[in-house]
């Protein structure tokens, strides 16, 4: 296929960004359009960015109607790849929330389409006695669970995977930065520094990264959108990968068995405005220092066993809700904004978003079709 401007033909559409975002976007739109010709542009590599670095955590918990919509179309869409190649990247995990007697009404509001019951006593021995034998606990705190269990997304495989998947009927091009797109006649066209292309419409995924300019008219921006800092530590815990995540929800830390012997530990880490070209997936002495200090309230052992970490940013929306926005004037255009700490979990969803936002005024696309 040669989509280039020297003379090739016009992609049906193209994604700009081939985070796990944009490559469920290549997905989506080739599971609804088959014939379709999807145009792949990413300025590094395939899943090379924020989501080389995330914990990939699904929790089925939802704050907003909208958010739980989300949720529940991305799990659907999520259990439906399990015959699928990128399957292969996902991985149940049984869920344990910790949490003060007086929240417990407002999170079982949150929690979709699972029912929460009291741990067992072999389930909190495992966390008590086992995991974390120094936990530090409040006596009116409840540690609470939901059958069914929850999900653990190998992010950047599960792009490569999607991507791989979809090359017969799309061109990917790695290590092409856009950086200007222009309405034409039939779509769009698209620069980089090597080269031109042309797209009946463009999903722009371009994660904590602003958007190529459009000139006017543009796209309106995300609600409250700025980047925030996203930290995870590595810890030595006696885990194995049959152990549960353990969330502390009062604290927004979660413990999530990575290898045998090895847990990730995510915590909140309050530092607005980073640059996402200034992050390589490392930590700063600062967060390695927060997490540490935030982990000691639970474990002081497990906060004295830390032996790395890793770090990156994300664009955060208003109520930590992703959008897909678009503008009357740019029709079959669509950004998709803020992964807002939740793009892993969430982007399935949003890729069929995306795809009915660039398809809205086009007949041959009903939303017939959306959860085939
Ligand atoms: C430590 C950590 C833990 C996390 N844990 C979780 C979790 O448990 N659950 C969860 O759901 N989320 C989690 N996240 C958040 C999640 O990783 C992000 O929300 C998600 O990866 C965002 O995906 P994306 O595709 O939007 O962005 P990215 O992965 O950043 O992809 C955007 C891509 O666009 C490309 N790009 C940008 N501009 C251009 C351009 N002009 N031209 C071409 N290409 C361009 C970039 O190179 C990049 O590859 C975590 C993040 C971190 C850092």
Do not use: N
């Not at 006649?185 to 300019?213: F, K, N, S």
């Amino acid at each position: 296929m040669d989509l280039d401007g020297t003379g090739g033909m016009t992609a049906d559409l193209a994604v700009v960004g081939g985070g796990v975002i944009g490559s469920f976007v290549v997905h989506e739109a080739l599971r609804r359009s088959p014939d379709w010709k999807v145009l792949l542009l990413e300025r590094s590599a395939i899943g090379a960015s924020a989501t080389a670095w995330s914990a990939g955590v699904s929790f089925p918990l939802g704050a907003t109607a909208r958010h739980r919509q989300l949720v529940r179309a991305s799990a659907d869409r999520y259990h439906a790849l399990r015959d699928h190649a990128a399957g292969a990247f996902l991985r149940p995990v049984q869920m344990i929330y910790v949490l003060r007697r007086a929240h417990l009404a407002a999170f079982t509001a949150r929690v979709v389409d699972a029912a929460l019951r009291p741990v067992t006593a072999a389930e909190r021995e495992r966390v008590t006695g086992g995991i974390l034998p120094d936990l530090r606990l409040e006596p009116d705190e409840e540690m609470i669970t939901h059958d069914g269990h929850g999900l653990v997304v190998g992010a950047r495989p599960m792009a490569e995977a999607l991507v791989a998947r979809a090359a017969g009927r799309t061109e990917v091009q790695i290590g092409q930065r856009v950086d200007g797109i222009e309405p034409e006649d039939a779509g769009y066209r698209l620069r980089t520094e090597h080269g031109e292309w042309t797209a009946r419409r463009v999903v722009l995924a371009c994660g904590p990264w602003t958007p190529p300019p459009l000139g006017e008219p543009t796209l309106p921006a995300a609600p409250g959108a700025r980047r925030k800092r996203i930290a995870a530590l590595h810890t030595r815990l006696p885990v194995t990968m049959d152990d549960p995540l353990v969330y502390f929800v009062d604290d927004d830390l979660f413990l999530l068995p990575l290898s045998a012997g090895v847990a990730l530990v995510s915590f909140y880490r309050d530092e607005w405005d980073t640059d996402p070209d200034s992050c390589d997936g490392r930590p700063s002495a600062d967060d390695l220092r927060q997490g540490r200090a935030a982990l000691d309230r639970r474990s002081p052992a497990a906060a004295a066993a830390v032996t790395g970490g890793r770090a990156f940013c994300d664009l955060y929306t208003d109520h930590r809700l992703p959008v897909v926005t678009t503008s009357s004037g740019l029709p079959g255009l669509a950004a998709v904004r803020g992964g807002s700490g939740s793009g892993v979990r969430l982007a399935p969803g949003l890729a069929t978003e995306a795809f009915d936002a660039v398809t809205a005024r086009d007949p041959a696309h009903s939303q017939r079709g959306r959860h085939a």
